[in-house]
């Protein structure tokens, strides 16, 4: 089933200011893990739905391709479907992503240029989280991480729309891969976090 997602996932580094006024910045814009969605329908047990992003599928050569050059929007587009097109590309881009996109660790690393005045207020005065906008492919196969975290279903066939500059997305949480687990059978609403990311906070409360 094709779906879409917007994830929280990534951070920027340092702000560069151009002579132009525009802004480079270095940044993770998504990464490998399992993810949670509490706004989407709960499991037939209760359970918020959890969703794998495997390594085959974040590093994918055609979803890499298809985050160069992306649009780079203020938060994400309030388009029906929260994507862009040709069409509303012009009323949403607030930038761009650059043309070389690369594996770092566990990551997916990039630089983005930023030109519009309004976002860069907003990026100096600490809007700095990433959410990668997307389409994927649904496969409903549970199953349980090599970490250890248990998932309803993994994300196939990834392909980026745009690229968010947000106050706060969906984060990954801290715990041990027990609690992790015995809370997912609980059905309780818990942030998921690769072992070694160091980048979310210890803990995370529902958003």
Do not use: W
Request: aromatic share 4%; hydrophobic share 40%.
């Amino acid at each position: 089933m094709r779906v879409s997602r917007n994830d929280r996932s990534g951070t920027l580094r340092q702000l560069r200011k151009r002579a132009d006024g525009s802004i480079v910045v270095d940044a993770h814009l998504t990464r490998v893990g399992v993810l949670e969605y509490p706004d989407l329908p709960r499991m037939p047990d209760g359970a918020v739905r959890a969703e794998y992003r495997p390594p085959e599928e974040v590093f994918a050569p055609a979803h890499l391709e298809s985050i160069a050059l992306a649009s780079v929007t203020d938060r994400h587009p309030t388009t029906p479907d929260g994507l862009l097109d040709i069409d509303t590309g012009k009323t949403f881009s607030s930038g761009v992503v650059g043309e070389a996109v690369e594996r770092d660790g566990d990551h997916v690393r990039a630089s983005l240029r930023v030109y519009d005045p309004a976002l860069i207020m907003k990026m100096q005065a600490g809007q700095r989280d990433v959410s990668e906008g997307y389409t994927c492919d649904t496969d409903e196969s549970p199953g349980v991480t090599p970490d250890g975290i248990p998932y309803h279903a993994i994300q196939r066939n990834i392909v980026t729309n745009h690229v968010a500059i947000v106050d706060r997305g969906k984060v990954l949480a801290a715990g041990s891969i027990a609690s992790i687990q015995a809370r997912f059978r609980q059905g309780a609403v818990v942030r998921l976090r690769v072992a070694g990311d160091e980048s979310a906070p210890a803990a995370a409360a529902a958003f």
